[in-house]
């Protein structure tokens, strides 16, 4: 293992770690555009340069392995000099349009310039105009005279998916990222490039014009969109709540986790969080009768369900759990099960159509906690448990999240076994079929609203948190199931999630040593479980020359 | 006057052809090289100071002794006939008028380097060398000189200057956009297909079947202490007679301009020569006797590179010749790196306004720091040969762009 000296510091580094990764592990960030750990490296951008003792030129640092004895500067008065003239190298065609760019606030010109360049400006010719606002697909859009021609995007699609959508096309300063003729950026991954874009140049389509950057906080989650378990940051606008139609989640961003996702996101997980600020989110606490439809409050419609449940004996209530919800909701649930004693819980309902993964993050099943609602054991047979609704067995039953009439089940069915039970409880967050009919509706918060933790396919537990606040009078899943828990005599975990995955660790063998330390920002696998990391990206698995 | 060894045969109305060839004693180094060791090929190159004459002035020994000895795997020798540098035209005279000499010179080097498959990269503009040079291949296969343990592939550029730059050539062979590699790996380690290459110029080739005839010694001789043989040069400009002339590398720029081009034309007067392709930099009428090798003309601040030597008489507007440059380097930088990507174009924007009357004198101090700014920051060498002509047109000749720009 090659031993360097940075800036004066010593360090030992894996042979083959490249000068900006040795630095990063001192915390000396060496500034670059065109180089990102999860590409090959371009040495396109030329700004990554740092003086090497011996050399007799400054060099680029994305291109130079860490060697023994290497005496590195990152900060010399010829390296400073050299990032000034490439910073304005890299500004002098650039449209300086910030006020109205999308970038703005998180843009690596603008960071850099005002780091490492703040030198007069000196260019006083037209500029070269390039095309602006050019839909490269359903998600990205190109402002060419922003790009700084990194090549990142041309890189990511080439290495990593392997579709070869995006080329750089002509030479000189009229060189233009774009789309081989016949093209469009539809892939699975077409958001990615505008996480890897340093600048304005490709924006997302779903967020441009929506909310200034500077407003938004961020809390670390979860994709929920598959079982994979993708690491993302949640980016929400709290600070400005009459922008973008007062949609508070903004974006989804990966972040990075080399056992799961690495930095990558599908584009299916990456959008799909419009439900939470949608308007068909429930807000209120719902009880329905001849009298009528009305919102009440918790404590009613906690006793009202307690009660319900306490009606029938355990045998006439069904429960149909969801894979979305999370592991402390899970436990939750079952100690209101144990409470009456009740057996007929399954969480399995059919999809309409199978949905389909692909070859490399996203997977068939688009829950987020199938393996965590089985290991809780709250598997069980739905079809039977649907065909005694049918035949008039079941006298109540309690449906989370599942529109059971836009399921793979024939919707005369799902209306046979409906029309037969006495009592329909439904807990979600948004309303649907079921939630129409239901006699109690219990509102849940989204996962972007509260905090827990959910199982991945490899048995991976990772916790999300809290970006908002719930919408309206809705709870937590274990929140609300606590309470009915209490009010059948129980005495639920406590009035906070961590304290409901604790007693899932103390009784659930099968999550025996987790804690939420433990599971920090990395996750942690459930005893005996191995994961094979982040798969190797298509666009890798064919060898590339060159 | 040194003795003809390239051009030796360019007089026959036969020279192109294997008949030709043979006749005058072609491919009897090669005979001679199949008895020698690899090594000792390598060896006698080494010691013969060969230097490539594609621009870089590379020893061509040492370039093949790079190619990893334990490599299994395929190794390519690479023919650079891209010849796109401004004022160059030699290469194309070497396919037309001895494109066995390539051949000969491709086997031994192919024999020296292990090379089972080599690849000729001729410019796309080329249409007639190609031709010529694509005839003598097949008269060679048909001879056996080739597809016995060597293949030649004949491939045509597409019209970039950038192409001829070795690993933007590797880069445009390999079906990709034609953009230099960053390096290390350099191409003797990780070449075409990523595998280990040789790339040398035609011309540079086109001199090993006579090293390996009449001996490394001999070779040596012909040129300077660090910088053997004859070379090819191409004169053109304000000259009387305009071509390609051979002679030792010894010989000095006065010599090449009044003995062999026949001195000055026009106003008869030397303003200005350009000795080494367009990105060599410019030398003044008093700078001419200086001898035209590697070291000479780096010990002027400028470079042999491609021996393209272009003459400018008192008549030539230096502003305008430099505009000339500006726009070709604007126009062909590959766009990859930022420096030059976008200082050529910046720069060939304030030239322009300079000549065309919209100048003001600052702006050759901003073309000055801009250029240098740049210089040694790329991936290749093509903004280095840029700068060139930008620092020596402006500072040997600073009066010439004052008179064109306002205050
Ligand atoms: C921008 C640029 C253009 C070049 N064009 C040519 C060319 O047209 N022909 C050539 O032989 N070498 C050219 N070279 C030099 C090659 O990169 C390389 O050094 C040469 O082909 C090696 O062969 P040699 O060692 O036999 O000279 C060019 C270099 C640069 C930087
Ligand atoms: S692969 Fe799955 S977890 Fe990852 S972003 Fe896509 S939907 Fe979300
Ligand atoms: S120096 Fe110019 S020509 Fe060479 S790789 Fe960089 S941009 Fe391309």
């Given at each position: 293992m090659p031993k360097l000296t940075i800036d004066g510091k010593e360090i030992e580094v894996e042979a083959g770690t490249n000068l900006i990764e040795a630095a990063r592990r001192l915390g000396i960030e060496v500034p670059h555009y065109c180089y990102h750990p999860g590409l090959s490296i371009a040495g396109q951008c030329r700004l990554c340069m740092v003086d090497i003792e011996k050399t007799p030129r400054p060099s680029i640092a994305c291109n130079t392995q860490a060697a023994d004895g290497m005496v590195v500067h990152t900060d010399t008065e010829r390296v400073r000099d050299t990032r000034r003239s490439i910073m304005e190298f890299h500004l002098i065609n650039h449209p300086l349009d910030c006020p109205v760019c999308d970038q703005a606030g998180e843009c690596w010109l603008q960071i850099y310039y005002m780091k490492h360049g703040l030198y007069d400006p000196r260019m006083t010719d037209e500029k070269v105009h390039k095309p602006k606002a050019v839909p490269l697909g359903p998600h990205v859009m190109l402002d060419a005279e922003r790009c700084?021609?990194?090549s990142r995007c041309v890189r990511f699609c080439d290495e990593i998916t392997g579709t070869g959508e995006l080329g750089i096309f002509h030479r000189g300063d009229h060189s233009e990222i774009g789309l081989f003729p016949g093209r469009d950026l539809v892939n699975n991954y077409s958001g990615n490039v505008v996480d890897i874009c340093p600048v304005g140049a490709l924006t997302d389509r779903d967020f441009r014009f929506q909310v200034r950057v500077w407003y938004l906080d961020a809390a670390r989650s979860i994709c929920t969109g598959c079982a994979r378990g993708c690491n993302i940051d949640v980016h929400v606008n709290r600070r400005r709540p009459h922008h973008a139609e007062g949609k508070r989640v903004a974006r989804l961003k990966p972040r990075f986790n080399a056992d799961v996702n690495a930095w990558w996101l599908c584009d299916v997980g990456r959008y799909h969080y419009d439900f939470v600020d949608a308007p068909t989110r429930l807000t209120a606490p719902v009880r329905r009768n001849n009298a009528g439809t009305a919102e009440i409050a918790w404590d009613e419609a906690v006793s009202g369900v307690a009660e319900a449940l306490r009606r029938y004996s355990p045998d006439q209530v069904g429960v149909l759990a969801s894979p979305r919800m999370a592991n402390e909701d899970l436990l939750a649930l079952r100690r209101v099960l144990e409470a009456r004693a009740m057996r007929q819980v399954a969480y399995d309902v059919p999809p309409p159509a199978l949905a389909e993964g692909d070859d490399f993050l996203l997977r068939s099943d688009r829950a987020p906690n199938r393996r965590g609602a089985e290991l809780i054991g709250l598997g069980g047979d739905t079809g039977g448990l649907m065909a005694s609704a049918r035949a008039g067995r079941l006298k109540c039953l309690w449906v989370f999240h599942h529109d059971l009439l836009a399921s793979g089940w024939p919707a005369a069915d799902v209306r046979q076994a409906l029309d037969r039970v006495e009592t329909l409880i439904f807990t979600g967050t948004n309303a649907n079929a079921i939630s129409e009919r239901a006699q109690w509706v219990l509102p849940a918060a989204a996962w972007v609203e509260r905090e827990g933790t959910f199982t991945n396919f490899e048995g991976r537990v990772q916790r999300f948190r809290s970006a908002v606040e719930p919408l309206g009078q809705a709870l937590p899943e274990w929140d609300l199931l606590g309470r009915i828990v209490a009010a059948l005599g129980g005495t639920p975990a406590g009035g906070r999630a961590e304290l409901w995955f604790r007693e899932l660790v103390r009784t659930v063998p099968a999550f025996a040593g987790l804690s939420y330390q433990a599971i920090g920002d990395h996750g942690q696998l459930i005893p005996g479980a191995t994961s094979a990391g982040a798969p190797t990206p298509p666009g890798r698995r064919v060898k590339v020359h060159g | 006057m040194a003795e003809i060894v390239l051009m030796r045969n360019f007089g026959r109305q036969d020279s192109h052809t294997l008949a030709g060839y043979r006749a005058t004693g072609g491919y009897t180094a090669w005979e001679k090289a199949k008895g020698m060791e690899p090594a000792a090929i390598t060896e006698e190159v080494k010691k013969s100071n060969l230097r490539g004459l594609g621009g870089a002035g590379f020893p061509t020994g040492m370039k093949w002794s790079f190619v990893p000895k334990t490599h299994t795997g395929p190794v390519y020798l690479v023919i650079n006939a891209d010849e796109g540098e401004p004022g160059t035209f030699k290469d194309r005279y070497l396919l037309e008028r001895d494109p066995h000499a390539l051949i000969e010179g491709m086997l031994i080097t192919a024999r020296a380097i292990r090379s089972a498959k080599g690849f000729v990269y001729i410019r796309g503009e080329y249409v007639q060398p190609w031709r010529i040079f694509s005839g003598a291949v097949k008269d060679a296969y048909d001879a056996g000189l080739l597809g016995n343990g060597f293949d030649i592939v004949v491939h045509r550029g597409a019209g970039a200057y950038i192409c001829g730059e070795e690993t933007g050539l590797l880069s445009s062979l390999e079906g990709k956009k034609g953009w230099p590699k960053i390096k290390p790996p350099f191409p003797a380690i990780k070449g075409a297909f990523g595998e280990p290459t040789v790339v040398n110029n035609v011309e540079t080739i086109a001199c090993v079947p006579p090293i390996i005839n009449r001996g490394a010694e001999w070779f040596a001789g012909l040129g300077t202490k660090t910088q053997g043989g004859t070379r090819m040069y191409s004169v053109s400009g304000r000259v009387t007679k305009p071509g390609v002339y051979e002679d030792s590398c010894a010989v000095t720029l006065r010599q090449l301009i009044h003995d062999h081009a026949g001195g000055v034309s026009h106003t008869g007067k030397l303003k200005a020569v350009v000795p080494g392709g367009g990105s060599a930099a410019i030398l003044t009428a008093d700078e001419i006797d200086v001898a035209m090798d590697v070291d000479g003309l780096k010990a002027k601040g400028s470079m042999i590179g491609s021996a393209g030597v272009v003459v400018m008489d008192e008549s030539v507007s230096i502003p305008e010749a430099l505009l000339v440059l500006a726009r070709f380097y604007a126009h062909e930088s590959c766009g990859q790196c930022t420096p030059c990507r976008e200082s050529t174009g910046w720069i060939y924007k304030m030239v322009h306004r300079i000549v065309d009357g919209?100048?003001?004198?600052?702006d050759l101090d901003t073309i000055l720091d801009v250029a240098k700014r740049g210089g040694g920051t790329t991936i290749c060498a093509f903004y280095d040969g840029a700068i060139g002509p930008y620092i020596s047109y402006i500072e040997k000749f600073r009066g010439e762009f004052e008179a064109l720009c306002r205050s």
């Open positions: 700084i021609l990194c | 919209h100048g003001r004198k600052d």
